[in-house]
């Protein structure tokens, strides 16, 4: 469902109208009905709402409707204005979805963006999706977040920290761990046989031989030594300014970067609506929309779906993926 005065509701239902065109697969929104009738009625949109009990129902009610499997709790959102009230419901919606996911019910999670703040106020202890996917996943899971779009897939080494706090939480092992998810993640996932990885330096042009700072020579370098050590194809520490433009992007499968924003930026850049949140190292399937809430547009009709629809068609392929390799063992 995700923050349900946020864009959520809007791009979920502009989604089903263009199923057919944009070949978004079969989905179920876990949601309020009344919420997704009133932000129909808002938007103007004629998108009829079938409330489905169990999942075997959605791919014959998906084309009738949007198939919508209530949740107990009562949801009441005017757009564009969180209320606290509604957290409990977002963050069920989230373990619901998971639920169905590891009891073979659901081929995938797609989430819809969370209002952040909204959901700390109720007590929410994680800084975002990724983190809170790891710590329903169970031991043994390691959960990274990767961005993806045709022709670009980045993967912050660190996430939602302050760029003061970025150098300290690195290390080589974080690198390394993080490196060997994203390379199983490739082969497995996306179906790249032989998976290349390029790694960004954090400072000015990687440092500069250490006249910028020393954590090329003394983190990133000797994670990317024991990597190819043991096989994997990866290369850096790169200059983060040079690592994005249309050629370097021909010599990689995937870029690590340091913090949030090196990732982010070039890659909402070269493609801003159409990018698709993975996370990495899951036992299922999870994606979202690569943006936020947007309550400044919820309910305007402003609001584009792509993003998501993306998110849907790449759930389903990474599923499939998982699902044929599956027999083949």
């Keep these: 469902m995700g923050e349900p005065s946020g864009i959520g509701p809007d791009i979920s239902l502009l989604a089903w ?67 606290t009230a ?21 081929a995938a999670v797609v989430t819809n963006p969370i209002q952040k703040a909204t959901l700390y106020a109720a007590g929410f202890e994680h800084p975002g999706h990724t983190e809170y996917f790891a710590s329903v996943a169970g031991p043994g899971s390691r959960a990274v977040m990767m961005l993806a779009v045709p022709g670009l897939r980045v993967v912050p080494v660190t996430v939602h920290k302050a760029l003061r706090e970025v150098p300290p939480a690195l290390s080589t092992a974080l690198i390394e761990d993080t490196a060997r998810v994203v390379h199983r993640a490739l082969s497995e996932d996306f179906g790249i046989q032989a998976p290349r990885l390029a790694i960004a330096g954090l400072n000015p042009h990687a440092g500069e031989a250490g006249s910028m700072g020393r954590e090329e020579i003394d983190m990133i370098a000797p994670a990317v030594a024991a990597l190819t050590a043991e096989g994997l194809h990866v290369t850096g520490p790169h200059p983060a300014d040079t690592l994005f433009h249309r050629a370097a992007r ?44 947007a309550l400044d547009i919820a309910g305007t ?11 849907l068609r790449l759930a389903r392929k990474i599923a499939g993926l998982r699902r044929r390799a599956g027999a083949g063992r």
């Design 250 to 293: 021909l010599r990689y499968d995937a870029a690590l970067c340091m913090y949030h924003d090196q990732a982010l930026i070039p890659l909402k850049t070269v493609n801003f609506h159409e990018g698709v949140n993975v996370t990495l190292g899951l036992p299922f399937v999870r994606t979202s929309p690569d943006h936020g809430t």
């Design 86 to 106: 509604n957290a409990a419901a977002v963050l069920r919606s989230i373990e619901r979805a998971v639920a169905l996911c590891r009891d073979g019910s659901a």
């Design 17 to 83: 109208l263009r199923r057919a065109e944009a070949r978004v697969p079969p989905f179920v929104l876990i949601g309020a009905p009344a919420l997704l009738q009133e932000r129909a009625r808002a938007l103007g949109v004629d998108v009829p709402l079938c409330t489905v009990q169990h999942l075997g129902e959605v791919e014959q009610a998906f084309a009738e409707g949007v198939p919508v499997l209530p949740l107990e709790e009562t949801v009441e959102a005017v757009p564009g204005r969180p209320e």
């Design 301 to 311: 009709g402003k609001a584009d779906p792509r993003s998501l629809i993306a998110a």
